[in-house]
């Protein structure tokens, strides 16, 4: 069965500093990977993929995710946070032969100035 | 382009009532999804519809019914709604076609049942 773990319930990073979101995974196969953001009472928004190719995969607002295939993972990075970036971090993972959507429990980051 | 739009914003119902939240799409999407979303559980699959006239569960199904009205629209119906149905409930849409496989989520309707 698929699922998807996110070991952090919060991540607080200060302004300016890197940032990590970790994510792991369970797939039959190959997976596709998905990064989401969820900002206060809105919907989830779109970060970035990983489908086929390179592991370093670039996304949306500096973010970039790490697919680790032994370690069957999926780390969400940024080199420098925001303020701005301070939301609920999302990872799900979906396997090829399904249309359906796992998602992890979220993330939440704290930016401090 | 609207994107994905939900009605309504906010409800409040009381045990045993009905009702229908709406869901629509301007992307000629073909694949719908409903998800609830609760504290500390992520995001979790009611029902979803892979194309125009299909329909299938998803994780937590039970107490909900959908509709594929048109490739646009998917409706999801409370037909007794119970306070354990209190939740944040979202609409996404699809194209499954080669890479492009991210979804694209609604704004929400946030439902409160006493």
């Known amino acids: 069965a698929q699922s998807v773990a996110q070991p952090e319930d919060q991540v607080n990073v200060a302004e300016g500093n890197p940032l990590t979101v970790k994510c792991t995974y369970s797939?039959?196969?190959?997976?596709?990977l998905f990064w989401y953001v969820q900002y206060p009472n809105r919907g989830l928004q779109f970060l970035l993929k990983?489908?086929?190719?390179?592991?370093l995969v670039k996304g949306s607002y500096g973010f970039e995710a790490e697919f680790n295939k032994s370690q069957t993972s999926f780390h969400l990075k940024k080199p420098s946070a925001l303020v701005s970036d301070s939301a609920l971090y999302f990872c799900?993972?979906?396997?090829?032969?399904?249309?359906?959507?796992?998602f992890g429990t979220g993330t939440r980051l704290q930016v401090f100035p | 382009n609207a994107g994905v739009t939900q009605t309504p914003k906010f409800q409040v119902l009381k045990t045993g009532q009905s009702m229908t939240l709406q869901c629509a799409q301007d992307m000629n999407h073909n694949s719908m999804y409903w998800y609830r979303q609760d504290p500390g559980m992520g995001l979790r699959l009611i029902y979803y519809s892979a194309s125009e006239g299909t329909t299938d569960k998803g994780e937590v199904p039970n107490g909900y019914n959908v509709s594929r009205l048109n490739k646009r629209e998917f409706s999801l119906r409370l037909e007794s709604a119970a306070p354990s149905q209190t939740s944040v409930y979202f609409c996404?849409?699809?194209?499954?076609?080669?890479?492009?496989?991210?979804?694209?989520f609604g704004p929400g309707t946030r439902l409160t049942v006493t």
């Open positions: 797939v039959s196969g190959n997976p596709y």
């Open positions: 996404a849409s699809s194209v499954i076609q080669g890479a492009r496989a991210e979804q694209y």
């Open positions: 799900a993972v979906r396997a090829l032969d399904t249309d359906k959507l796992i």
């Open positions: 990983y489908i086929t190719g390179d592991n």
